[in-house]
């Protein structure tokens, strides 16, 4: 074999490489999840592979399974609303919308239940629930208990779409038609219910504001009594005190007296005639002349301080 033919066959063996190692690069998009499928075979792997570049035969790719959260809706929008009955048999629209996700390590198993057509099963499903569980409330429970309706049916979703190795999450009622003659007397019935209410907090507020004035009336009552036992209390201290001031200028008096009587040598009624002459003597229009009385007694005279 000649050099020519050698880097002939050289390039072509490159080439076929490169051409090979192409068609076996596979891409998992990030959110999603990978399952290995042989295409000639029919047969998958039992591995799912998270999101990333991989190398497979040129014979096997990967089935595409979605990693994060998926919704189904059931509305105006998007597969029309669920059309049902009460258990009192009246008429019923819901429009749902729920969100599932896959069981990552179920989905080897979910392939052998449905292939690759598992969004069209869980909707099934989920219309099958919805419908079983929104026809055993009654139609008062759509006004009352809606969380109630819906927490049922979360949880008997989630059971069912389980057995199809997913999980429901944030399950909604986006909205509820019932006959209109029944939301009418519906309508109705609640106005006349929040009248009542407003009549009862309108009671007790009636109620408050009463209390309010008894209170009211009881701390003006004990401002009146605190008020005359501290008048009370004050005119007892100054009749107490002036009693106390009298006694003692009684008392200063007594030893006055007693202290004049010993430094003079006087007997009482010496003492009384000195005490008697000098308060004549504080008088402002008054003068004693002593000696010009009758049996030469003293003699009081009224006299003008201006003459």
């Given amino acids: 074999m000649d050099n020519n033919t050698l880097i002939f066959i050289l390039l072509i063996s490159f080439f076929l490489l490169i051409f090979y190692i192409l068609l076996s690069i596979r891409f998992i998009e990030p959110l999603t999840y990978g399952l290995s499928y042989n295409k000639l075979t029919k047969k998958i792997s039992n591995k799912v592979s998270n999101n990333g570049i ?27 609303p669920l059309h049902t009955r009460t258990a009192e048999g009246l008429s019923l ?14 989905i080897p198993a979910l392939y ?7 969004n069209m099963m869980f909707e099934r499903i989920s219309r099958d629930v919805i419908l079983k569980v929104g026809g055993m409330f009654n139609a008062n429970d759509y006004w ?3 969380n109630k309706i819906s927490e049922k049916m979360s949880y008997e979703l989630n059971k069912e779409l389980n057995k199809a190795y997913a999980t429901c999450e944030n399950l909604q ?34 109620l408050i504001r009463q209390n309010i004035s008894v209170l009211i009336s009881e701390a003006e009552q004990k401002i009146k009594i605190t008020n005359s036992t501290g008048i009370a209390e004050a005119y007892k201290i100054k009749k107490n005190a002036e009693s106390q001031i009298v006694n003692n200028t009684i008392k200063v008096e007594r030893e006055v007296v007693h202290k004049i009587k010993n430094d003079l040598k006087m007997d009482n009624k010496e003492v009384l005639e000195y005490l008697y002459l000098n308060r004549v003597n504080q008088q402002n229009n008054k003068k004693l002349i002593v000696g010009f009385g009758e049996n030469n007694n003293n003699l009081i005279l009224n006299v003008n301080d201006n003459k």
């Fill in 54 to 80: 991989y190398f497979l035969s040129p014979f096997k790719t990967f089935l595409i399974y979605p990693a994060n959260l998926v919704t189904i809706e059931f509305s105006d929008q998007i597969n029309s």
């Fill in 93 to 106: 629209t819901l429009s749902v919308s729920f969100q599932y996700k896959l069981i990552k390590e179920k």
């Fill in 112 to 118: 052998n239940l449905a292939n690759i057509n598992f």
């Fill in 144 to 146: 009352k208990n809606r």
């Fill in 173 to 206: 009622l986006l909205n509820i038609e019932l006959p209109e003659s029944f939301e009418n007397s519906i309508v109705v019935t609640q106005v006349e219910v929040q009248k009542i209410n407003m009549r009862k907090f309108e009671q007790a507020a009636e």
